[in-house]
């Protein structure tokens, strides 16, 4: 790693609206993930209204990045985009989702146990209303995981903050790879750590939908893929943080090899029981695990759909 200037990553306080400024191991205070769950209490709790659903129709199409000169596998092809092509959209505007209302998120997830600063000034950068079905807009700074269609959920605040605050270590990150794009909103809050930021997704519409999602930020260090996750991305690799949005029975080896050394990945593991665990690469072929808390992620599976 280096410390001189870089251009990336970049601020989303610059691509925004103008009202939007901005080696430990903490003890276990996770509270599981379960969407139904979580949808069915938020719902009792507050009003919804009705809206359209973002990005059900996919857009224009976003231009290719520039590709490393490495070749996928035959069995391993990306659709290689960058998520910033298309003339930036106005944000949507709701009355339930202000600053205030994001900065009490942020401030609730501190006291959970996240303290990098950077992490946290992340995680109040990024309008989470923003990648969610406006619908469900009033409940997007709850922390709850919340669906986002195809029987997917977008992470719960909380956890998102905590498995980058292991990765990121209080290091700096150069490149970075997110297994599972979902809706794009980890994806925004990692670009705002890394220089570069790789993220894949096995279900097509949800790749597109997290490409209309991103659109209007506008993020130059950030590209999305379209492909399995369980092999990585070799051709982009080493990376020095890999971040798993899905719970395998263990960590795919392909993504293990595709680590640098020293890097960390941090994924969650299991099946109905299923806990966070900290990877971090050692060497050519030595690698030390971690046990961190209790979690609840949707499956990880292979092949695109």
Known sequence: MTDKHRTFPLPLSSVVDKAQKKQTVFS?????????????????????HPGVRVGAAPGTAVRPGSAPTAMPS?????AMERAQAAPAAAPRQNPLVSDAVRRAMVARVARQGVKDPVVLGALEAVPRHLFMDEALASQAYIDASLPIGHHQTISQPYIVARMIEVMRNGGQLKRVLEIGT???????VLSCLA?????????????????????????ANLRLHYGDGML??????????????????????????????????V????????????VTRLGKAE???????????????????
């Open 28 to 48: 276990p205070v996770a509270t599981p993930q379960t969407a139904t769950q979580n949808a069915a209490r938020n719902a009792a709790l507050g009003g919804t």
């Open 74 to 78: 035959r069995s391993h092809t990306y």
């Open 182 to 188: 979902g809706c794009g909103y980890q994806a925004a």
């Open 195 to 219: 220089q570069e930021v790789f993220s894949i997704e096995r279900i097509k519409p949800l790749h597109e939908l997290a490409k209309a999602n991103l659109r209007p930020l506008r993020l």
């Open 232 to 265: 990585g991305l070799p051709q982009a690799a080493p990376f020095d943080g890999i971040i798993l949005a899905a719970a395998g029975l263990e960590v795919p080896q392909a993504l293990l090899e595709q680590l640098a050394i020293g890097g960390r990945l």
């Open 267 to 278: 994924a969650p593991v299991g099946a109905r029981a299923q806990h966070l665990e900290l």
């Open 287 to 305: 690698w030390t695990s971690q046990t961190l808390e209790d979690c609840h992620f949707v499956p990880l599976r292979p092949g695109t759909v």
